[in-house]
């Protein structure tokens, strides 16, 4: 057996874009229903099923399976080209709304948008109508555009959807790297931008490849394994590069904030152990809670606490700190968040004392301003971790304090 042939009963180049396909549409489809106002979200989806619907009905077997079920030799053919064109054209229109803006209503976004439906609608409609006129009898499951490049209608027809689909990808290529060039772009929307321009440029490869088999046989050469056998690994390619340039951007953007939330709420672990120890309670643990609930629900819980704390916040033991942490060589943004851990440590000792002492005078109920606190609670637990620093720092403290008349 010849090891090439292996796969071909499986049309692996038709099915593998289809299920990356599905999977990108499985991937956004919660956001999609989530968010079923956003039409640039919808806009996505269609794309999506349409690129999906182009693969499943291109493939051999299902070419085959149309055929029979409508009774009509070929009638795939206007079929796919016209799922095809449709994509083509939606591709224009949603680089176009998502470039400027979903909510663009300028006369030149109205004015573009009215030519590329009317345009492409006006192709698919010629499609059908050609394949009506044209004699296609003989069904061909695979080289269809090869096999009838020279018969009448049905040449026009193969023409058209080639060149439909070749304007549509030169076009789009043009507005996506016009794009990629613009400054202060999101490096998930620039990966994404970057993965759609190559993947269209690929699509100028396919078409290139078809083309130069059909105009092969016009001059009465055989290239038909252009067609057959390279244009649809190219395709799946094609589609693959697609599907994760609109995907990353949404993708990368969501997964980036739930890493950056994850990890926010594992930095305030050590704060949050911290407060526990003051106020003896502790976040309630809902499984079903969103990261972004159990982040909010932990900050809160710490500010609260150190809002109980405040009235024992000795504030020049902090400004002595924090000079202290100066002096040992620490910068502004580590300086700050030591001192406040020294604060915040010497207040705990504070209100066991208080607690433990009876003769103790009450404390004042409005304690020193602890907004700067508040804000930093990430650099304080984080600073938290360094022991060996809040102790040199503490000690130094002490020292300045012993010194001081």
């Known amino acids: 057996m010849d090891p090439s042939r292996l796969f071909d009963g499986l049309y692996i180049s038709f099915w593998i874009p289809a299920a990356v396909l599905t999977a990108a549409l499985a991937i956004k489809l919660p956001s999609i229903i989530k968010l079923w106002k956003d039409p640039l979200l919808r806009a996505v989806g269609g794309l999506l099923v349409l ?213 926010s709420h594992w930095r305030l672990r050590p704060l949050y152990r911290l407060t526990r120890s003051i106020t003896g309670g502790r976040v309630p643990f809902k499984l079903r809670a969103t990261p972004e609930l159990r982040l909010t629900r932990r900050e809160t819980f710490i500010r609260d606490a150190l809002l109980h704390l405040a009235r024992y916040v000795d504030e020049d033991l902090d400004r002595r700190a924090y000079e202290a942490a100066v002096a040992l060589g620490r910068g502004a943004d580590r300086a700050r968040p030591l001192a406040h851990v020294v604060a915040i440590q010497d207040a705990i000792e504070t209100k066991r004392r208080s607690r433990a002492d009876d003769s103790t005078a009450p404390l004042p109920s409005a304690g020193p301003d602890i907004e700067d606190l508040l804000e930093g609670i990430e650099a304080v637990s984080r600073a938290l971790r360094h022991t060996d620093d809040i102790r040199a720092v503490r000690a130094a403290a002490a020292a300045e304090s012993v010194r001081a008349p």
């Open 51 to 263: 690129a999906c619907g182009v693969f499943v009905f291109a493939a051999p077997p299902t070419i085959a399976w149309t055929n029979r079920v409508t009774g009509v030799p070929n009638i795939s053919a206007p079929l796919v080209y016209s799922l095809i064109t449709a994509f083509c054209g939606s591709c224009l229109l949603l680089i176009t709304a998502w470039r400027n803006g979903i909510s663009d209503r300028s006369e030149t976004t109205r004015r573009t948008t009215r030519w590329v439906v009317s345009v492409y609608s006006g192709v698919i409609v010629a499609l059908w109508a050609l394949f009506a006129l044209a004699d296609a009898d003989v069904e061909r499951v695979r080289d269809l555009d090869t096999y009838y490049a020279t018969t009448a209608f049905m040449r026009e027809e193969i023409v058209l959807y080639l060149l439909a689909h070749t304007v549509a990808c030169l076009i789009t290529y043009r507005l996506i790297w016009n794009w990629i060039r613009t400054d202060g772009l999101d490096v998930w929307l620039r990966g994404g931008l970057k993965c759609l321009s190559v993947g269209y440029a690929m699509n100028l490869i396919y078409d290139s490849l078809k083309i130069t088999a059909v105009f092969a046989r016009w001059t009465g050469h055989d290239l038909d394994w252009l067609s057959t056998d390279v244009s649809p690994p190219v395709a799946c390619v094609c589609a693959i590069l697609i599907a994760v340039g609109f995907i990353l951007p949404h993708a990368g953007q969501y997964l980036h904030r739930r890493v950056r939330t994850r990890l």
